[in-house]
């Protein structure tokens, strides 16, 4: 996930620990979304069974707006998406980050 995130499209990534995970944020230093968000995912974490959590920015993304796994704050849990499906949500986030 790091290697897609920071090299496929050129994210900065900061660390943190919460209850024993490392958690990993990614973000443009000078690139937002109409509402200045610059985090495009946050809390993403490698999980025991082999899997990925955390949660990617979709608020500004007319199609994720009624969707069901998409947080009240904008953000959409990508523990339920297949690698590439990942990607494909991630390439239309970044897409729109100006």
Do not use: W
């Amino acid at each position: 996930m790091n290697d897609i995130l920071t090299n496929r499209f050129g994210l900065l990534s900061k660390t943190g620990i919460k209850k024993g995970y490392v958690l990993y944020s990614y973000y443009f230093k000078d690139r937002y979304t109409d509402t200045r968000k610059q985090v495009v995912a946050h809390e993403i974490t490698a999980l025991q069974n082999g899997g990925c959590g955390g949660y990617i920015y979709v608020a500004h993304l007319k199609e994720f707006n009624n969707h069901p796994a998409r947080k009240k704050d904008g953000y959409l849990k990508i523990g339920d998406l297949t690698m590439d499906e990942f990607i494909d949500i991630a390439e239309k986030v970044i897409r729109e980050y100006k």
